[in-house]
């Protein structure tokens, strides 16, 4: 069953943002940590950036000062604001819960489509 829903993908020119979110479904949000991920034709999915369950972040270097995960409990919400979109951010980004050896029976869902034009 779907636990995690992304949206918030679209179209964009290289410097501009986008504000992806992750909504928590049937799942003790704030007991589990949530990352994104994102993956483009041909190329292995990678880990953009990860929220514990105790609020620490994790970033891959090339995205560091550019995109920022937060969640709001309360919303069962994860976000990714990402800022000064580069070409190379295009792929499809994906939520899941964080860290995946933890959860090895998740499955990945359909995730949000981003496009940085130059």
């Known amino acids: 069953q779907v636990q995690l829903v992304e949206s918030g993908g679209g179209l964009v020119q290289a410097g501009g943002s986008l504000r992806l979110s992750c909504v928590a479904f049937?799942?003790?949000?704030?007991?589990?940590?949530i990352g994104w991920y994102r993956q483009a034709p041909g190329k292995q999915r990678e880990l953009v950036a990860g929220i514990t369950s105790g609020g620490n972040t994790n970033y891959r270097n090339s995205v560091k000062g550019r995109f920022t995960i937060s969640r709001d409990i309360a919303k069962k919400t994860v976000y990714l604001q990402m800022n000064s979109l580069k070409p190379e951010d295009t792929g499809v980004y994906y939520c899941?819960?964080?860290?995946?050896?933890?959860?090895?029976?998740?499955?990945w869902g359909q995730g949000t489509q981003v496009t940085v034009s130059s």
């Open positions: 049937e799942s003790s949000f704030s007991a589990n940590g």
């Open positions: 899941r819960f964080y860290p995946l050896e933890w959860y090895p029976g998740d499955t």
